[in-house]
Nanobody
């Protein structure tokens, strides 16, 4: 049974940092691409970042230079380090897995390629 479990969310002051984890089970992370998405109340889901099978990474412009995605295949876990957090980063954050990657050097930002989704972890940036 495929499962994705996010953790690491919480309340942080503006300028602070959090590291979110996405623990994967039921499939081989090594051969998958993982994406992070977020959704704020009253807003549409937004793609944040992804990491391909080869380790290639992509970021939405609003988080470039502040967020870093990484993967530890041995631990079957993907991380997203979030620094210099802003109130507009407040959202529920979700990880998603694409286990049928067509290229090792690509990860999807649209969301349509991801078959499995986690339940989410809340990030609140507020003073």
């Amino acid at each position: 049974q495929v499962q994705l479990v996010e953790s690491g969310g919480g309340l942080v002051q503006p300028g602070g940092s959090l590291r979110l984890s996405c623990a994967a089970s039921g499939f081989t992370l090594d051969y998958s691409a993982i994406g992070w998405f977020r959704q704020a109340p009253g807003k549409e889901r937004e793609w944040v970042s992804c990491i391909g099978e080869s380790g290639i990474t992509r970021y939405v412009d609003s988080v470039k230079g502040r967020f870093t995605i990484s993967r530890d295949n041995d631990l079957s876990t993907v991380y997203i380090q979030m620094n210099s957090l802003k109130p507009e980063d407040t959202a529920a954050y979700y990880c998603a897995a694409d286990t049928t990657v067509s290229s090792r050097y690509f990860c999807d930002s649209s969301g349509v390629k991801y078959e499995y989704w986690g339940q989410g972890t809340q990030v609140t940036v507020s003073s």
